[in-house]
């Protein structure tokens, strides 16, 4: 049983920065895919970004250039560098780990980029 819980969320002026935070609980960390997902209202969840247990990055085409994923396996922690943010970034973020058919959610953090 794996528990991800997310911190780094607030509020946020249009070009201004975040950094997110994943803290999972559990054992074998490093051998879970992890990534980042958001949900803006009225839209459906979408990957941001990922970072495999080999550490092969992917972003969504909207966030390239200014998101970075990371991992530190030693601290159980993934991270997500949030720069240059716009307003239609704002959105709850979760984080999520797979592995095999197994797959667990964090309950999110809300962030909002408003001047």
């Known amino acids: 049983q794996v528990q991800l819980v997310e911190s780094g969320g607030g509020l946020v002026q249009p070009g201004g920065s975040l950094r997110l935070s994943c803290a999972a609980s559990?054992?074998?960390?490093?051998?879970?895919?992890m990534g980042w997902y958001r949900q803006a209202p009225g839209k459906e969840r979408e990957l941001v970004a990922g970072?495999?247990?080999?550490?092969?990055?992917n972003y969504a085409d909207s966030v390239k250039g200014r998101f970075t994923i990371s991992r530190r396996n030693g601290e159980n922690t993934v991270y997500l560098q949030m720069n240059s943010l716009k307003p239609e970034d704002t959105a709850v973020y979760y984080c999520?780990?797979?592995?095999?058919?197994?797959?667990?959610w964090g309950k999110g953090t809300l962030v909002t980029v408003s001047s």
């Open positions: 999520n780990a797979q592995r095999r058919s197994t797959t667990y």
């Open positions: 559990g054992t074998f960390f490093s051998l879970y895919d």
């Open positions: 970072i495999t247990s080999g550490g092969i990055r």
